[in-house]
C-alpha cells in the first residue's frame, strides 16, 4: 500500500530486540527505508550492533544525549552520507529511579530536569538538527503513554514528563507543517520492555490492560511499528501533531 524505498531514517531507542524502537526498525526497513541506527554506550554495543546489522543500517554509531557533541557528530555523519533525513525516531526516556518510584510532590529538581531534558528537549534538540535535512519534508516520531493525560498508578513523574513530550509535538508540529515536516507521538498501552521495568508494579498495569483492552491483547512492538511505519510514509503527509494510541483500545476505556 506504501512504500519508504529511497527513504532515510535515524532510529535513536534501541535497546535490545523487546524494544520499541526495535519494532520500527524493523517496519521501516520492511518497507524499503535505509536506516541510521544508534546505541547508548559501550555496554549497550553489543546488544544492538547485531540488530542494526539484521536490517542493514548504514550508518552505526552510539549516541547519549547527556553526552556534548554526540548528538551533533550523528548529525554531521547523516548530512556527510546521506546528505537528507527523511524519517526521525526518538524511542528514548530516563528517570533517576528514586525519583521514578517516589511521589510527584517528592521528586528532586534535578531529577525532574534530567528526566525532561533525556525525555523531551532531546527530541527538540534533535528535531532542530533535522529541520535542515528535510528542505522536501519529513516526519519526526517520539513515543509517549497514556499516563500523560491520566493519572496511572506507579508512573509517577513520568505522566507530567510525557504530557510536556505531547505538549512539544503539537508545538512542533504547528511550527513546521508549512515546511511539510510532520510531528507525531506513537502511544502504545503497556509494553515490556527494558524501560518499563522501572516502573513499580508494572506486571499489574499489563493484566490490566489486557483484561480491559477491547481486543483483549497488548499492543506488541510490531504494532508499534507498523504505524511508524505509515506515519513516516508519503500517504501520511496531511497527518501531523498526533498521539496516536497503539493499545487494542484500551485508553477508551474507563
Known sequence: ?????????????????????????????????????????????????????????????????????????????????????????????????????GRVVDCSAEGFALAMDVSVHSFVRMIRLAEPLMPQGGCCQSVSFFGSSRVVRHYNMMGPVKAALESVVRYTAAELGPQGIRVHALSPGPLKTRAAS??????????????RAPTHQLATIEDVGAMCAFLASDEARNLTGGVHDIDGGFSITA
Open 1 to 101: 500500500m506504501f512504500s519508504l524505498a529511497g527513504k532515510t531514517a535515524l532510529i535513536v531507542g534501541i535497546a535490545n530486540e523487546h524494544s520499541i524502537a526495535w519494532g520500527c526498525a524493523q517496519a521501516l526497513k520492511a518497507q524499503g527505508a535505509d536506516l541510521a541506527v544508534t546505541w547508548l554506550n559501550d555496554k549497550a554495543e553489543p546488544h544492538v550492533r547485531p540488530l542494526a546489522e539484521q536490517v542493514g543500517a548504514s550508518i552505526m554509531m552510539p549516541l547519549d544525549v547527556s553526552v556534548p557533541g554526540q548528538l551533533e557528530a550523528v548529525f554531521d555523519q547523516i548530512t556527510s552520507q546521506w546528505g537528507r533525513l527523511d524519517a526521525l525516531i526518538h524511542s528514548i526516556a530516563f528517570a533517576p529511579r528514586a525519583d521514578l518510584q
Open 198 to 211: 522501572g516502573i513499580d508494579h508494572f506486571d499489574e498495569l499489563l493484566s490490566a490492560a489486557s483484561e
